[in-house]
Structures are given as C-alpha cells and as structure tokens.
C-alpha cells in the first residue's frame, strides 16, 4: 500500500527541522511514496514525511548516529543513520546492530528484504 509522493521541499524542510541528513536513496523513494507498507504479511512498514506514521526522530534511539524510518512485522524497528547513507535493522531482543544487517544504502535493503520475503 503506497502513499502518495511527498515534494524536495517537503524533504528538505524535514531535515533541517530535525538536524537530520537522510541517505540519498531514501529520500529517493519518499518521492515516489511518503511511507507504505511492504511484502505483507511479514513485511516491513516505512515512514514517511507527511502521512502517518510520521519518521520520529525522537522516538527509541539505539545511538545518536541512527533515527527510526520504520519496522518490521517483528517489531525490530528500521534505522538510517542521521548525516549517512547507511540502512539497519535493529536486533531488539540482542539490544544491538548485527553485522549482517548494516546495508550502504536503501536500495540493497530492499533488496535483501525481498529475496528475504519472496
């Protein structure tokens, strides 16, 4: 379920609101859809700019680098890092980062998570 696109504007007002860089290729989805659920039922829920869920910067933070961009039907929320291009899944239950899921950038978490849900 997508949401409609939110604007540059949008994008760039969000980040200077909240101190935030975020990475390049998410910006680049938030402008085709503003937060959607994907690869239901097990899948993920990304946030958006404007339509609920709203990214919370303030909301449970595993470290200073990192801001919430959404999460997992296991609740393990999904991270970006704050002036980075970096994506991860936080292991909640392990209360750390694991290794092998710490992606460059968007686009190879998406498409770990697919091959991953197919």
Do not use: M
């Amino acid at each position: 379920n997508f949401f409609e696109e939110t604007t540059k504007e949008k994008i760039s007002n969000f980040e200077k609101e909240h101190s935030v860089k975020l990475p390049t290729k998410f910006k680049e989805w938030l402008l085709f859809s503003d937060g959607e659920e994907l690869f239901l039922p097990a899948g993920i829920q990304l946030y958006g700019i404007d339509h609920k869920p709203v990214i919370d910067v303030d909301k449970i933070q595993t470290s200073d680098d990192y801001i919430v961009i959404g999460a997992l039907a296991s609740r393990n929320p999904i991270l970006c890092e704050k002036a980075g291009e970096k994506i991860t899944i936080y292991n909640q239950e392990a209360g750390r980062i694991e290794d092998d899921d710490l992606y460059d950038d968007f686009i190879p978490f998406l498409n770990d998570l697919y091959e991953c849900l197919e």
